[in-house]
Structure formats: C-alpha cells, structure tokens
C-alpha cells in the first residue's frame, strides 16, 4: 500500500482498515486535491495531510490528531457525515476569511457500519472557481436580504411590539389599542403617512379574538375605481362579458370570520361608500352578477391619513359611513412629537437592516441621532427606516456617524440642519423643498397627477393631500 509522506502522521491504530485504505489510495490522487482530512467515527481527527495544516494555517507546532474536528475546523460537516452516512460530495466551506471547495466521503467497514470520513479540499486557488463562487455569494446575499426582509415583516407586522417607542404618547396609544382589541367594534386608525397604521391594524387583529381569522388588506387607493366594486364583493361566475367562469371572492368573503383593513378609506369612491355601508349594516354581500347573498362576519379597521372629518363637512366622505367606521377611533402621532423615541426606533430598525454576514451589527453615534432628532421627518418612520437603510448602504464601516447620517438625509434636510437648529426653519425648508419637487414632478408628466405620484414614491391619495397642503392648483 502506498503510504503518505513521513511528516504526516497516521491515523491512530484503530484497527480500522477502510481508514487505512483510504489513507493509502491518497498518494494515489494525491495532484487532484490540495488537502484531505480524516476523522474517526467519533469525528475525533485520525489524519490531516500537510497541505491541508499549510491551507489552515495551522501553527506547526499545534497537534490537530485526537481532537474533534469542529475545534479545528469550526464549520466543518465531518460530523453530519459521521452521522448519517451520507456523503457531500460539493460544498462551499468558510474558513476564517477564506472559501474552500470540499468534498466529503464516509468511511464503512465491510458490514456497511459508519467508522469515520474523509474530506477533501480540491481547490486552493479560487480563480478556479470563481463563477461559482459568484454565484454562490450572490445567492448567499439574497437569502440575507429575503430573510432580513422576512424577518421584518414578520416582526414589524404581527404584534404590538413591533410598534416601537416608549415615548408617553406611545404608551398610550398602545394600551389604548389593547383595550380596542378586546373589543369587536369597527377601529380608524388616523395619523400621517408612515407613521405605523398598517402595523398597529395588524397589532389589533393580533391582539383581538379574531386573531385566528384572516386579515385581509385592501389599499383603496391602488386599486383602480371600476374594479374596487369586484374587489371588495366578488364576482359571480360570467357576471359580464369577459368575467371568469369561476366565482371570484370579494375582500369581503376572504376576510369572513377576520378582519378586514381599508388603508386610505379617505379615498373610497361615492358609489362604493353607499354599497359598502350596506354591507356593513345588513351583515352579507352580493357578488356582482349573483342574486344570493352570503352573511359575513368581518371586522373593519381603516386608516387614512386625510382629514376625514373635512371629508365629510364637504360632503365627499359619507357621513353615515364615517360614523360606522369610526366607532373607535386611534391618533397616531407623527415621529417630530415623539422625538425621544428616534433613538429607540433607529436600534431596532437597524437591527432589522441588512448586513453583511460577518459584520456583527451596526453601530449609531449619539451625534448621528441627534442630527435625526433634528429633522421633522414628514414621512415619519418610513422616512426614518429609509434614511438608515440609504446610510447603512453609504457607509464605509459599520459605524453610522454624522457625516454619513447627514449624506443619507434628503437633500433639503441636510442643508437645514446645517445651518439651522431651529426646528420651525428646518420645516418650512423641508416643506419647499417637498412643495418644489412636486411642482417639479407635474411639470415633467404634463400635469398627470398618478404619474407624479409614481415618480415621487407616494400614494395618489397622499398626492392629493400633498396639493392640498401646499395649495398647488394645477
Ligand atoms: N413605531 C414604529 N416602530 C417600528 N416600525 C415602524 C413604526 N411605525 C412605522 N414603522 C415602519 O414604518 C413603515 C411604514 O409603516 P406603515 O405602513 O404601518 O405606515 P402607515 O401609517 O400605514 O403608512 P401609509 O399611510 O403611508 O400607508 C413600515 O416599515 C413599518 O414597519
């Protein structure tokens, strides 16, 4: 049998055969790989080759032999081996800075039974291989992202928790939302855009007797006007020419026994808010083009950010309906009255950002926040988690400062801070800069409001509200 050079030693004389025999068929395949290892059916270390010790870097007095092998090689999957018998015949291991291409085989004696594995590393050189170690790295950082992502919906959407502060204002709204969950009545949630209404509709179904129903969430304003009647009713099978053979379900069916959440209910069209105020005051829905109706038992929580109460002193949102949906009614502040709470929120959020897997977190310095708390912040906590992620992309370590905070902020923002502390300049130049970029935006789609509100990232009913706040008359 061939043996492998004298500096490397032998496995421990166990008897083992097969172990032996692989040992000895290495010199054979000794110019295709750059390293092999062999562990025991403990996955204590019997043998490493000299390569591989070079390729770790292993001091040359250190003595790998009898040690288990993750204390050697921390990610090792020997032992996955070991234990099931199965080999891995291709995989990407990390080791300290570096990625090695191994391969990993079981031992078995004659009966078939686990008496250790050996692992292979094939390539030094990464160049070899560097279209699949892309590959692997650019699937590597998507699930990151798609699991940071995961993570945050999952976090942010589901539970009371997730709505961070510890501001007065917010510990009162939260128990105020706690003693709304235990009741069954219809909830308005009003506040600014991106101040967390979506989440605290979540937060209340959560917390509700419901929570084991669906919730169903309808954006009035995405959807286009002719089709919010089919979406919230449903339609019957070939209703209208081009109607589908099978029965579609409205919002309202899909939401039976749960909740149902209208985000921008300020922009419900007329003829929708009569329909939908019957719906609600008869329990049961009529799909279009059916002549049965279904009872329902749905929940409603709305939000909107529009002054719904001025809706209805115009008469563009129907009393009746107002007074069936604001049974309960939440204020959510917006971010500029609860600045004690940026710091709070900026921890978790960053948590929630993404990172490079051996980065151990990001860090924000007390001068980065207060430049934050300096801001009025009209987008409020998307705003916020924008500005944190656009930092987190510009930074050259892991420490968000000053510098980098202020790069992040949008433009108008930054140069207020600058050369302002006052918070009352530091709004109005937020709002002319917001006044002029919409002036801009409508110049540049030919006066096409929904066009404008696409280039500029916000909802057509935020738009109009926009218009209105700045009294731009198009
Ligand atoms: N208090 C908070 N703590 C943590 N995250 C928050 C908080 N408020 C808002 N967010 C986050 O900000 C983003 C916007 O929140 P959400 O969609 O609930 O706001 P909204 O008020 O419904 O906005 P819009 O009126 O524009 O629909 C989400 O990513 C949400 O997780």
Redesign the pocket.
């Known amino acids: 049998m061939a043996r492998p050079p004298t500096t490397e030693r032998w496995p421990a004389s166990n008897g083992l055969a097969s172990i032996e025999e692989a040992v000895g068929a290495f010199s054979l395949l000794r110019d295709f790989f750059e390293g092999a290892i062999i562990v025991d059916a403990d996955t204590h270390i019997t043998w490493m080759d000299a390569r591989y010790r070079e390729l770790l870097k292993l001091n040359p007095s250190f003595d790998p032999i009898g040690l288990p092998v993750e204390d050697v090689i921390p990610h090792s999957l020997l032992r996955r081996v070991v234990e099931t018998g199965r080999p891995i015949l291709l995989d990407i291991m990390n080791f300290n800075e570096r990625q090695f291409v191994v391969c990993r085989i079981p031992l078995k004696d004659a009966s078939g039974a686990v008496e250790g594995a050996i692992g292979f590393v094939f390539y030094d050189n990464v160049d070899y291989l560097a279209p699949i170690l892309d590959k692997f790295e650019t699937l590597h950082k998507q699930l990151t992202r798609a699991q940071a992502a995961l993570t945050r919906e999952r976090q942010?959407k589901y539970s009371l928790s997730?709505?961070?502060?510890q501001s007065e204002a917010v510990r009162e709204l939260k128990a105020m939302v706690r003693r709304f969950a235990l009741r069954d009545g219809a909830a308005l949630i009003l506040?600014e855009?991106?101040?967390?209404?979506?989440?605290l509709a979540h937060a209340i179904h959560q917390q509700s007797d419901r929570a084991d129903g669906p919730f169903v969430a309808v954006n009035i304003a995405a959807v286009p006007e002719a089709l919010l009647e089919a979406e919230f009713f449903g339609v019957a099978p070939g209703a209208y020419t081009g109607a589908d053979k099978k029965p579609r379900k409205g919002k309202f069916e899909l939401a039976h026994d749960g909740t149902l959440f209208l985000?921008?209910i300020g922009d419900m069209p007329p003829a929708i808010q009569a329909k939908f105020l019957r719906v609600l005051q008869e329990g049961e829905v009529e799909a279009l083009g059916s002549n049965t109706v279904k009872k329902i038992d749905v929940r409603i929580i709305a939000?909107t950010?529009q002054d719904l109460e001025a809706k209805v002193a115009d008469k563009s949102f129907r009393a009746d309906l107002y007074y069936r949906i604001a049974v309960l009614t939440v204020h959510?502040p917006p971010l500029r009255d609860r600045r004690e709470d940026i710091a709070l929120?900026c921890e978790?959020?960053l948590e929630q950002t993404m990172r490079a897997a051996d980065e151990r977190g990001w860090v924000i310095t007390p001068e980065a926040v207060a430049l934050l708390q300096n801001h009025d912040w009209p987008g409020?906590?998307?705003e916020l988690?924008n500005v944190l992620e656009r930092a987190a992309a510009l930074a050259p370590s892991e420490v968000l400062d000053g510098a980098v905070i202020s790069r992040a902020m949008p433009p108008g923002a930054a140069r207020s801070m600058s050369t302002s502390t006052s918070g009352q300049a530091l709004a109005h130049t937020i709002a002319d800069t917001e006044r002029q970029a919409i002036i801009d935006a409508l110049a540049t789609t030919g006066g096409q409001k929904s066009a404008a509100a696409l280039r500029l990232g916000v909802?057509r009913s935020?738009f109009y509200e926009k218009l209105k706040r700045y009294n731009i008359d198009i």
């Open positions: 942010t997730s709505f961070v502060g506040g855009t991106g101040t967390g209404k979506e989440l985000d921008e939000a950010s959510v929120i978790v959020l409020n906590v998307r988690r909802s935020q």
